[in-house]
């Protein structure tokens, strides 16, 4: 696939096909996106790859984990945005919304999609990208790099993605059903599948600021 054309291909894809993507296609796509630039080279990612019962177990542990009141595990705990940021925040929330039919007041659906959110958006694999502790907050840029490399290079295969911070479990659930010891943790996660083109979220293009709200020109090239 043309590289600008999968530039602009790319959207968060929120509803999946329920076919299994075969290993082989996942280990491709992480053999292309590992060629992502980090910090003086130094790599810092460390991926499990969940699917089948493996991620079925992932996923119920959380949805029971939520019934009891405990709140997603983002990098970075939730804080409201302000200004801008949250302008657009909001925007591509009432987008969203509108196109699954949710109404701003129906709190059970709006809860309902947070937990579809926290199920991976029932795709059939996951990333989940891990750094060592050692490394502190450092590698966060390099994560970024490999992400949208991810997600550009499952375009290729046909596959969707949707990197989801909201996902990323609790560390009981981490200890539990998978092998990442307590010397790493999961700073991103990434949902690949088949997309769903049915599905209303899928139809989404959410917008961008023109470049002259974010692009400063110095010099007169
Ligand atoms: C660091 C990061 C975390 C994200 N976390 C979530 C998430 O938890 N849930 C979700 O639905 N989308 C998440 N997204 C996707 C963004 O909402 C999406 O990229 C943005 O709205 C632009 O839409 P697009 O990806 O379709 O172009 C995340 C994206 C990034 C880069």
Redesign the pocket.
Known sequence: MDIMEAIRL?????GYKPDPVPEEVLREILEAATRAPSSMNTQPWEITVVTGKALDNIKQAMMELLKIGAT?H??FPYRPFEGKYRQ?QIE?AVQ?FKLMGIAREDTEKRAEWLRR?QRY?DAPAVFLICIDNSLKERPLLDI?AL??TI?LTALNYGLGT??????IPPSEVVKRFTSIPESKRIV??IAIGYPDWDFPANK???T?EPLENVVTWCGDA
């Open positions: 790319r959207k968060s894809i929120r997603p983002p990098l657009r591509v969203i959110g958006y970024g992400a949208q997600c949707c990197i989801d911070d909201q996902g991103m996660c989404l293009e959410s961008r």
